[in-house]
Nanobody, 121 residues
């Protein structure tokens, strides 16, 4: 069982940067692929980016160059660095974990409760 807790969200102005964190319980964090998803108001949850246990990142084209995923296996933590925030980035951001390889879909086994990010123009 893996428990995930996101942090770092809030109300922010457009532009600049923001870093979200996701802390995971458990002793085999490096065996898990980690993903970040987001759900904007009135929309379905969508995949944003993911990272393998060894640190290889995957990111969707719509946020490439603006969002960066990284992980610190010693701290059981995965990060989402969001640069050049836009109002359309307003959403609840979720981290997720799955044993094994990265998948670019919602097929993850464990989910955090989400952290709200609101970007004002």
């Amino acid at each position: 069982q893996v428990q995930l807790v996101e942090s770092g969200g809030g109300l922010v102005q457009a532009g600049g940067s923001l870093r979200l964190s996701c802390s995971a319980s458990g002793r085999t964090f490096n065996n898990y692929a980690m993903g970040w998803f987001r759900q904007a108001p009135g929309k379905e949850r969508e995949f944003v980016t993911a990272i393998s246990g060894s640190g290889n990142p995957y990111v969707v084209r719509s946020v490439k160059g603006r969002f960066t995923i990284s992980r610190d296996n010693a701290k059981n933590t995965v990060y989402l660095q969001k640069n050049t925030r836009k109002p359309e980035d307003t959403a609840v951001y979720y981290c997720a974990a799955r044993a094994g390889n990265v998948v670019l879909s919602s097929m993850y086994d464990y989910w955090g409760q989400g952290t709200q990010v609101t970007v004002s123009s």
